[in-house]
C-alpha cells in the first residue's frame, strides 16, 4: 500500500507522486490521455485516492476502464468504473456505525 493519506485524511502528496510513477511505468503518458482524455491528471488522482493508493486496485480499476467501447471515457463510465473497486472500500472504512465493528 502506498500512503496517500495520513491519519488526518490530508492527502499526502509524495506518496501520490509515487502512485502516479507506478501507474507511468506501465502505461505511457499518451495512453493514460487517450483512455481518460484531457483531465487525465485529475482522475489519476481521484483513482488514486479512492483506491486508497493499493497498488493492485489501482491497476484493476485502470484495466476495467480499458475495457471500455470508447476512448477517451465518459464521465458515466468512470463513474461505473470507480463505484466497482471503490463502494466496498468506503463502506468498511466510513461507516461510522460501531456496531459493525464489535463482535458480539
Same mark, same amino acid.
Request: hydrophobic residues 35%; glycine residues 10%.
Given at each position: 500500500m502506498i500512503k496517500v493519506r495520513d491519519r488526518?485524511?490530508? %492527502?499526502?502528496?509524495?506518496?501520490?507522486?509515487?502512485? /502516479?510513477?507506478? *501507474?507511468?511505468?506501465?502505461?505511457? /503518458? /499518451?495512453?493514460?490521455?487517450?483512455?481518460?482524455?484531457?483531465? +487525465?491528471?485529475?482522475?489519476?488522482? +481521484?483513482? *488514486?485516492?479512492?483506491?486508497?493508493?493499493?497498488?493492485? %486496485?489501482?491497476? +484493476?480499476?485502470? +484495466?476495467?476502464?480499458?475495457l471500455s467501447d470508447d476512448f477517451p471515457v465518459s464521465d458515466m463510465e468512470f463513474r461505473r468504473a470507480m463505484n466497482i473497486f471503490t463502494d466496498p472500500f468506503e463502506n468498511m472504512v466510513y461507516n461510522r456505525n460501531p456496531k459493525n465493528w464489535v463482535i458480539t
Open positions: 488526518t485524511g490530508k %492527502e499526502h502528496d509524495p506518496g501520490i507522486q509515487m502512485a /502516479e510513477d507506478l *501507474i507511468h511505468r506501465r502505461i505511457p /503518458e /499518451e495512453g493514460l490521455t487517450a483512455v481518460l482524455g484531457n483531465n +487525465q491528471r485529475a482522475r489519476l488522482r +481521484q483513482i *488514486i485516492l479512492n483506491t486508497g493508493g493499493y497498488p493492485r %486496485e489501482i491497476l +484493476q480499476l485502470l +484495466q476495467e476502464l480499458l
